[in-house]
Every structure is written in C-alpha cells, then in structure tokens.
C-alpha cells in the first residue's frame, strides 16, 4: 500500500509474482483499504492467474527456443544476469539492421522524426516517449522478436510525437498510420507476463 496525494484508490496486479499493490488516498483507513481490496478479490484471483498462465507460456517457449537453439521471449525481469554482451550484441545488430529504414518511412508518413533513439534493456515497457525532446526508448528484446512488433513500438512511439497520451487522437492516427495496430499489440502482449 502507497499512500498519495490522489482522488481515488487504484489496485493492481504486479508482476512477475502477481503482487497486489494498492494507491490509496492519504486521507484512508487500513479498513477501507482492506474492504476495497476484498470487494475486489475475484478479479485479483483471475488477475494472477493470468499472469501464472503466461510465465508458464514463456517458460515454455523459452525451453522451445531452447531446445531449438532461440531466445526466450517476453519481458526479463532479472535483466543484468540475463543480457550477456553476445545477445545484448545480437538483438542491438538485428535492431540496427532494421531501424534507419524503418525511421526514414514512418518519419514520411507520420510527418515527424525522432531527435533521438536509444535501444535499452528495459523490464516493464516495450518503448517509451519524451515528445518535449523527441527522444525515443526501444526495448532492446524487439531485436530478438518477429520484425513486425519493432515497427509497431516504433509507430507507436512516433505517434506520441504528436498525441502524448493513449486517447482519442493518438488512437486515430495509430489507426490511421498502422490500420491493424491494435491486433499487433494483442500479439506482442502475449510475450508480456503482466
């Protein structure tokens, strides 16, 4: 439990062990906190299933890709053991391959360009945006995934250049520039654990 500044209490469901950790106003009681937690208990119980349900799916692709010679998918949680130089050198060269191409093509179409691209080893996020500077951050696991969902961050990324939040006009042009958008990001969710 987090007490803040905030209107309202927020619960969620982190992972990569489905812990519950609640926002709650500074002005609320442990019991109120405790009976908004419980009223709430059949969708954290289906909650951390779900997030049981995909380990095990990446577990199990891991030990195929393993078992094939290929990488584990989805988000590493324990990034500093788990990038050796050889792969964080193998997904940086296969991003690099890639991205000057695909920056000149959606720089054309979404009529802006990043200032700055960075490739990191991030735990939570996929990519993310600072549409004041123009800087973009890509998850450095998309050069060890399908090429596909490289564009689709990026996409998304750039997209923010122009709508800095997830609402109605950053939906629009994401429709717009990438018409099947939302089904790339069901798939490239799957490798998530949360």
């Known amino acids: 439990v987090t007490r803040k500044a905030i209107k309202n209490m927020y619960l969620r469901i982190k992972p990569p062990q489905g812990d519950i950790v609640v926002s ?70 296969a991003i690099d391959a890639r991205l000057p191409a695909l920056v000149e093509h959606w720089s054309a179409v979404i009529g802006k360009r990043p200032t700055h691209i960075t490739l990191r080893a ?18 450095l696991q998309l050069g060890l995934l399908p090429p596909q969902y490289l564009e689709y961050v990026l996409v998304h990324e750039m997209t923010h250049l122009w709508a800095s939040g997830h609402g109605a006009e950053f939906q629009r042009r994401m429709t717009q520039y990438l018409p099947d958008w939302r089904r790339l990001r069901r798939e490239l969710n799957r490798y998530t654990t949360g």
Do not use: K
């Open 24 to 93: 709650a106003p500074l002005r609320m009681t442990d019991g109120q906190i405790e009976r908004f937690a419980r009223e709430r208990r059949s969708w954290i119980l289906a909650q951390q299933q779900r997030i049981r349900e995909a380990r095990q799916r990446l577990a199990d692709t891991a030990a195929d890709g393993a078992s094939r010679g290929g990488e584990p998918v989805g988000f590493i949680h324990d990034a500093a053991s788990w990038w050796t130089p050889e792969r964080r050198e193998r997904a940086a060269s």
């Open 122 to 139: 991030m735990t939570t996020r996929w990519g993310s945006c600072t549409p004041r500077t123009g800087r973009i951050r890509l998850n």
